[in-house]
T-cell receptor
Framework: SQQGEEDPQALSIQEGENATMNCSYKTSINNLQWYRQNSGRGLVHLILIRSNEREKHSGRLRVTLDTSKKSSSLLITASRAADTASYFC??????????FGTGTSLTVIP | DTAVSQTPKYLVTQMGNDKSIKCEQNLGHDTMYWYKQDSKKFLKIMFSYNNKELIINETVPNRFSPKSPDKAHLNLHINSLELGDSAVYFCASALAGGTGELFFGEGSRLTVL
């Protein structure tokens, strides 16, 4: 299977704290992406990091990528209650195939 | 305007029935997908179509038959529904080349009784 894995499966933090989620994958990639899914909704793209990049920032999001370890992390700084959602990593190859990790359920307590 | 729209949003049916889920995207993308999300939120790719041609069929039972009449539409037909087919089915689209992002529909929750 080309499916990735994420840890932790669930994360509960206080508002204002930082949240870190990790993703591991198995195959070579063109890029790695992170998505957010609110309860009962579709997935929404957050950030994309290319295979030749090591770190990327977007607002309160910071993504790192280590292709030698086939792993990535997503850091959300200064979390808010509205950040409560499930977060998924997805790997993309040049064949336009996207494979998702198992997801991390984040709860931010006000 | 919804970029990727799928209907119906909810579908409740009996075992053995046949049902369809429709998907349309107005983004001009070349590639469309069907994903299945189970009760543990595990998201598994089922099919990928590029310009109406099947690219990926990931060990999906042949009771599932995708149909792409044009590159803006990818419908999913399921025959002889089973209890294990209960899940949320997501349609998505992307530009060709694997360099962009996936755009998802809101999902279709299928419940088989």
């Amino acid at each position: 299977s080309q499916q990735g894995e994420e840890d932790p499966q669930a994360l509960s933090i206080q508002e204002g704290e930082n949240a870190t989620m990790n993703c591991s994958y198995k195959t070579s990639i063109n890029n790695l992406q992170w998505y957010r899914q609110n309860s009962g909704r579709g997935l929404v793209h957050l950030i994309l990091i290319r295979s030749n990049e090591r770190e990327k920032h977007s607002g309160r999001l910071r993504v790192t990528l280590d292709t030698s370890k086939k792993s990535s992390s997503l850091l959300i700084t200064a979390s808010r209650a509205a950040d409560t959602a499930s977060y998924f990593c997805a790997t993309a190859n040049t064949g336009n195939q996207f494979y998702f990790g198992t997801g991390t359920s984040l709860t931010v307590i006000p | 305007d919804t970029a990727v729209s799928q209907t119906p949003k909810y579908l409740v049916t009996q075992m053995g029935n046949d049902k369809s889920i429709k998907c349309e995207q107005n983004l001009g993308h070349d590639t469309m997908y069907w994903y299945k999300q189970d009760s543990k939120k595990f998201l598994k790719i089922m099919f990928s179509y590029n310009n109406k041609e099947l690219i990926i069929n990931e060990t999906v039972p042949n009771r599932f038959s995708p149909k792409s009449p044009d590159k803006a539409h990818l419908n999913l037909h399921i025959n002889s529904l089973e209890l294990g087919d209960s899940a949320v089915y997501f349609c998505a689209s992307a530009l060709a080349g694997g360099t962009g992002e996936l755009f998802f529909g809101e999902g279709s929750r299928l419940t088989v009784l």
